[in-house]
């Protein structure tokens, strides 16, 4: 069980807007530790998308922003494209555990 | 460019060690924290250990600590993982990355990611 917590999947038709939960809770989240997100594509290693909570790596285009609001976390894909098929994962500090992960998101572009 | 080439990996029986490497290029290693993440087959991420680099401080995962040791060879730009008294659930992908931000380790993001190198524990 991981201490961030996704939900399995998510879908969405092309063009439109998902959005990825990340649910913590006071020794992580909401004890102000940033948090991140990575993509996984498949086969291929994970990729930095979003650090600290909102900031984008260079490179990574609009279409993808990140929030906070309490203990949880969200990202945002809109203009939901093909190429956006992926494993998605939250990642913050946890006062008891050190560093850790969401379990994971699978993202399916119908 | 930055890139991180990890090797090492392979076949190792329960109880047994191995040494894993990522050689490192494109900034200035000593510069930066490292860190390693496993995938265990059809699972998610799990982070492993960090080294940082102004004072080699390292961190571990409770799964690993007591077995694993990290290090580094800011000569060589190299970052290790000696990996011992290996069991079947350390099976996975071996990533590792270079650390990012600049302030509290405890905020530190996940850069750049190697492509991984596989190790399986199995007699």
């Known amino acids: 069980q991981s201490v961030l917590t996704q939900p399995p999947s998510v879908s969405g038709a092309p063009g439109q807007r998902v959005t990825i939960s990340c649910t913590g809770s006071n020794s992580n989240i909401g004890a102000d530790y940033d948090v991140h997100w990575y993509q996984q594509l498949p086969g291929t290693a994970p990729k930095l998308l979003i650090y600290?909570?909102?900031n984008r790596p260079s490179g990574v285009p609009d279409r993808f922003s990140g929030s906070k609001s309490g203990t949880s976390a969200s990202l945002a894909i809109t203009g939901l494209q093909a190429e956006d098929e992926a494993d998605y994962y939250c990642q913050s500090y946890d006062s008891l555990r050190g560093r850790v992960f969401g379990g994971g998101t699978k993202l399916t572009v119908l | 460019e930055v890139q991180l080439l990890e090797s090492g990996g392979g076949l190792v029986q329960p109880g047994g060690s191995l040494r894993l490497s990522c050689a490192a290029s494109?900034?200035?290693?000593?510069?930066?924290?490292m860190s390693w993440v496993r995938q265990a087959p059809g699972k998610g991420l799990e982070w492993v250990s960090t080294i940082s680099g102004r004072d080699d401080s390292t961190w571990y995962a409770d799964s690993v600590k007591g077995r694993f040791t990290i290090s580094r060879d800011n000569s060589k730009n190299t970052l290790y993982l000696q990996m011992s008294s290996l069991r079947a659930e350390d099976t996975a992908v071996y990533y590792c990355?270079?650390?990012?931000?600049?302030?509290?380790?405890?905020?530190?993001?996940?850069?750049?990611w190697g492509r991984g190198t596989p190790v399986t524990v199995s007699s």
């Open positions: 600290g909570y909102s």
């Open positions: 494109g900034f200035t290693f000593s510069s930066y924290g």
């Open positions: 990355a270079k650390d990012g931000g600049s302030g509290s380790y405890y905020n530190w993001y996940l850069h750049i």
